[in-house]
């Protein structure tokens, strides 16, 4: 089984400021990697595809980059409505697996 | 639109069975591979089931092998996922989720999920 390990588990960012959040897999999962965006109460929301590509109708502030095993999730100028918790999923391999998440709260 | 509802989650016994629903809409149901994913109160999201867009071919994690059955209808665009033998553990909200293409991808949409509790 592929292990994801997403780092930090909390990060405090101020408004405006840029969130740099990794995901590391055990072994390499070439680009088969996803980021999802979950809400308090809400299903979780497909950010990222294919390691870097933006689902349909996402933010351009937000950018996905990695390939292998170390991933990385960007949001370049964060706004109050991304404060949220992330996780990064590898679909490379059965099963798939996510990672714990990143919470990203407001500093 | 992409359309995903569940249906089915309910309280029931350790040891109990329930069958949950998904009725997917907006999207060629049967070009799609779909998925079951869960997550306990408090927890993180956790992979069940998958299925491919025939129907051929079926993925589930350990933790519930051999006690949960994904299965599919493309006549009327539903998703299935059969619990047997449930255990307290298996407490968590049910996702089903759409992926790109007949085989394992992505989870490109979500329905809101449907929470089963199994308690005494």
């Known amino acids: 089984e592929v292990v994801i390990t997403q780092s930090p588990p909390t990060l405090s960012v101020s408004p405006g400021e840029r969130a740099t959040l990794s995901c590391r897999a055990s072994?390499?999962?070439?680009?088969?990697l996803a980021w999802y965006q979950q809400k308090p109460g809400q299903a979780p929301r497909l950010l990222i595809h294919?390691?870097?590509i933006g689902a349909t109708g996402i933010p351009a502030r937000f950018s996905g980059s990695g390939s292998g095993t170390e991933f990385t999730l960007t949001i370049s100028s964060l706004q109050s409505e991304d404060f949220a918790i992330y996780y990064c999923q590898q679909y490379n391999n059965w099963p798939f697996t996510f990672g714990q998440g990143t919470n990203l709260e407001i500093k | 639109e992409v359309q995903l509802v569940e249906s089915g989650g309910n309280l029931v016994q350790p040891g109990g069975s329930l069958r949950l629903s998904c009725a997917a809409s907006g999207f060629t149901f049967s070009s799609n591979a779909m998925n079951w994913v869960r997550q306990a109160p408090g927890k993180g999201l956790e992979w069940v089931s998958s299925i491919t867009g025939s129907g051929g071919s079926t993925y589930y994690a350990d933790s519930v092998q051999g006690r949960f059955t994904i299965s599919r209808d493309s006549s009327t665009n539903t998703l299935f996922l059969q619990m047997n033998s449930l255990r307290a553990e298996d407490t968590a909200v049910y996702y089903c989720?759409?992926?790109?293409?007949?085989?394992?991808?992505?989870?490109?949409?979500w329905g809101q999920g449907t929470l089963v509790t199994v308690s005494s």
């Open positions: 989720a759409n992926s790109p293409g007949f085989s394992g991808s992505h989870f490109a949409f």
């Open positions: 294919s390691a870097s």
């Open positions: 072994q390499r999962v070439n680009s088969n």
